[in-house]
Structure formats: structure tokens, C-alpha cells
T-cell receptor, first 113, second 111 residues
């Protein structure tokens, strides 16, 4: 079945540690996105990539980094520079060249202890 | 930045009743989309309405779009307990093509 797989589902991190969230898709989509969701809030765009080896900052990129070495994969690293990293992180992808719907993974919940 | 603002923030109804949620946005759009999110899960796309459309239907869902007022509404008819979820509108920015999400409406359907 085609879809987006995020891992891990839950992650705990000590302050000062970097952590990488995985996002893999087999939908053959060029565009991929990372969003952050805080309790009772909407989604805020962290980074997005329209094509392999290219990515752009979203609205809240500070303290995060990404890479896009393969079409299928778009990992997100939450660095120690992110001051408030506890949140629900959602990865999504989109049909190439489209202004249409996003397909989402099931999310990763990061808690900083 | 969040473009869309949903209203109400929370809505509680009885099974069988209709639920109406509203979304307002600020800038020009290519389309407006509605998504559903069950607690602790990813979002699922429900319906897309283009900027040149005024109304669209999909099953028990009816979406309207008023570009002059920069607003949209989502109507869920004959609601079921399984409709309990958060509902988000998202607008495709006309300039950047990015999807910008609203703050969501939490719908609770009581059995």
C-alpha cells in the first residue's frame, strides 16, 4: 500500500540533544513537507522540499534542519537550538506540480524531558 | 503564519444533527481544502474547492466558498459519533503554492 511512514511514533529527548525524525513515502511524490502542531493549534510549516537535493525554509525553520538526498526520504533533525521542541510533528507529501491535497503520515510526538 | 481561522473553536452536537464550521482567510488563494484529524493521528484530506467554485459536495459533506468575503464553510449532515475529530481548513497561497492551515474546529458528536 502506498503511503507515508513516520518513525518513531513517540520520542523522548533530553535537553541539549539532537534528534532525527524519519519520513519515508512510496507515493512517488516530488514535494514533501514538515509541519509542527502544538496542542489546540493548527499546523505550522517548518521546511519543505519540491525536488530532490533542494529544500526551503517554512515559517518556523529556526532550530531545525532537513535533507533530501532521495525522493522517498525527507528526515527532520530537531537540534538543541530549538528552544521549545516538545510538539507533534507531521510529514506530508503532494502530487508533483499540484496545488492539490497533501497526504500525511501518522505523526511523531517528541517530548523533551 | 496562519492564514485560516476556524469558527467555532469547539462544537458539540448530538448524533443525527448537522455540524457547520466556518473558515476565514486573508489573502488570495488558488483553492481551499478541508482536512480531518482524529486525536493523535495524521490529517486526512476531505474535500478541495477551487477559487472559481462556489459549492461542492462529497457524500455528507458540503463546502461553500465566498471569495469576496474570504470565507468558507463545511457542513456535515446527519452527523455520527465517528465524525468526532478536529477539522482544519487550508488555503493554497496564490503566490507560493504553500498550504497554510487554520487553527481548527474540534467537533464532538454525542451518541
Amino acid at each position: 500500500d502506498g503511503g507515508i511512514t513516520q518513525s518513531p511514533k513517540y520520542l523522548f529527548r533530553k535537553e541539549g540533544q539532537n534528534v532525527t525524525l524519519s519520513c519515508e513515502q512510496n507515493l512517488n511524490h516530488d514535494a514533501m513537507y514538515w509541519y509542527r502542531q502544538d496542542p489546540g493549534q493548527g499546523l505550522r510549516l517548518i521546511y519543505y522540499s519540491q525536488i530532490v537535493n533542494d529544500f526551503q525554509k517554512g515559517d518556523i525553520a529556526e532550530g531545525y534542519s532537513v535533507s533530501r538526498e532521495k525522493k522517498e526520504s525527507f528526515p527532520l533533525t530537531v537540534t538543541s537550538a530549538q528552544k521549545n521542541p516538545t510538539a507533534f510533528y507531521l510529514c506530508a507529501s503532494r502530487v508533483p506540480g499540484s496545488r492539490g491535497e497533501l497526504f500525511f503520515g501518522e505523526g511523531s510526538r517528541l517530548t523533551v524531558l | 503564519s496562519q492564514q485560516g481561522e476556524e469558527d467555532p473553536q469547539a462544537l458539540s452536537i448530538q448524533e443525527g444533527e448537522n455540524a457547520t464550521m466556518n473558515c476565514s482567510y486573508k489573502t488570495s488563494i488558488n483553492n481551499l481544502q478541508w482536512y480531518r484529524q482524529n486525536s493523535g493521528r495524521g490529517l486526512v484530506h476531505l474535500i478541495l474547492i477551487r477559487s472559481n467554485e462556489r459549492e461542492k459536495h462529497s457524500g455528507r459533506l458540503r463546502v461553500t466558498l465566498d471569495t469576496s468575503k474570504k470565507s468558507s464553510s463545511l457542513l456535515i449532515t446527519a452527523s455520527r459519533a465517528a465524525d468526532t475529530a478536529s477539522y482544519f481548513c487550508a488555503t493554497a497561497d496564490g503566490a507560493t503554492n504553500k498550504l497554510i492551515f487554520g487553527t481548527g474546529t474540534l467537533l464532538a458528536v454525542q451518541p
